[in-house]
């Protein structure tokens, strides 16, 4: 091919690049799909449920309940809280934990008592600080006592 | 080494590992009663420089599990300790808990704290009806006059809701049983 071909064959490559563009990559888009009545229903819902000032409310008091969630979880902050972290004058009712399902009580009514209602168990405060401490003594006292009759023995055998 | 020196050598190992843990327990216990008193303290001085009852003044309480919360005083036992906000392991190693849920000292309703009988409610061993007890709270302080002293059940349901401030103050019983102890103390006060 002469040179002047060669330059009216990308001529034509770069005149016609648009074009072919345009018929490789253009898509035939679906008719829009008609939406349900009830799917209409829904988005109008959420979209009330945004902009409803209740749903902002309960946004707002979402510290309370983490607060309480957490409580529940006995989830402990790494660091001590600052005497700030509640609100003056809240409830103490906020600082316990939300209610759970009925399943989750069941279970909680089996652990340890740890929240306060009507016929509560007292506190587990049993410690077994002090029966470890006298079985490590104990332990200690054995082992001294089998070494002692070890020796004895030993001497007796070499007498 | 015979077989016997080696079970008198393992039995002296187990017992010193037994008896370090124990003391690390308590070691732990104190650092953390001295870090709940050293927080106590703050909020006294904060009181202090209000000048007036937190309930009043700009500073606020927390009630986060394991922060102070309150003060009991037993003056003829000598019992003067810190109340933290709860009562789980980690709360009762620090101090006395308040338990979740029961009402604060002063306010109306009961009040529940309690604490191991090997630590912080030892003295109880020697409480009586007629005794003072004196709380600190956000409440204000308050006198309760012990009214009525029992032992239950570990699982018997001894905590009863009342309309009027009581305060209870709960340990394990026997004091001075080794092991897990089955029963629990339990003293109620009310306000003089």
Redesign the interface.
């Known amino acids: 091919m002469s040179s002047l071909g060669r330059a009216a064959f990308a001529a034509m490559l770069i005149v016609g690049a648009g074009t072919a563009n345009g018929q490789i990559t253009t898509v035939v888009a679906a008719p829009p799909r008609k939406t349900e009545p009830a799917q209409q229903a829904a988005a109008q819902k959420r979209e009330q449920a945004a902009q409803d000032s209740v749903a902002r409310v309960t946004m707002t008091g979402m510290k309370e309940w983490v607060d309480s969630a957490s409580s529940a979880l006995a989830i402990r902050p790494d660091t001590v809280p600052t005497t700030s972290d509640t609100a003056l004058g809240t409830p103490r009712a906020a600082a316990s934990p939300a209610r759970r399902s009925d399943s989750s009580e069941t279970v909680r009514t089996q652990e340890p008592t740890a929240e306060f209602k009507k016929g509560a168990r007292a506190p587990d405060t049993a410690t077994l600080i002090p029966a470890i401490a006298l079985s490590g003594v104990a332990l200690i006292l054995a082992g001294v006592a089998m070494k002692r009759r070890e020796r004895l023995a030993r001497s007796r055998v070499r007498r | 080494m015979?077989s016997?020196?080696t079970?008198?050598?393992?039995?002296?190992?187990?017992?010193?590992?037994?008896?370090?843990?124990?003391?690390a327990?308590?070691a732990r216990a104190a650092i953390a009663r001295d870090?709940v008193r050293a927080?106590w303290a703050e909020?006294e001085a904060?009181r202090a420089v209000a000048g007036a009852r937190l309930?009043t003044s700009g500073?606020?309480?927390?009630?986060?599990?394991?922060?102070p919360v309150a003060r009991v005083m037993i003056p003829r036992l000598g019992l003067d300790e810190v109340v933290v906000?709860?009562?789980?392991d980690?709360e009762?190693r620090s101090g006395p808990?308040h338990?979740?849920?029961?009402?604060?000292p002063g306010?109306s309703g009961?009040s529940?704290i309690?604490?191991?009988?090997?630590?912080h409610?030892h003295a109880l061993r020697g409480i009586a009806v007629g005794d003072t007890v004196i709380t600190d709270s956000e409440r204000g302080t308050i006198s309760w006059t012990v009214s009525r002293i029992r032992v239950?059940r570990?699982?018997?349901?001894?905590?009863?809701?009342r309309a009027t401030p009581t305060l209870m103050l709960?340990?394990?019983w026997p004091i001075r049983y080794?092991?897990?102890?089955p029963d629990?103390l339990?003293v109620e006060a009310v306000p003089k």
Do not use: K, Q, Y
Request: hydrophobic content about 45%.
């Open positions: 015979n016997r020196g079970v008198s050598n393992a039995l002296i190992v187990c017992g010193a590992l037994l008896l370090i843990a124990s003391v327990s308590i870090a927080r909020i904060g309930s500073a606020r309480w927390s009630s986060a599990r394991g922060t906000e709860g009562v789980g980690d009762l808990g338990m979740i849920g029961s009402a604060l306010d009961t529940v309690s604490a191991h009988r090997d630590r409610f239950v570990a699982d018997d349901p001894a905590l009863d809701a709960t340990t394990c080794v092991g897990p102890a629990r339990i």
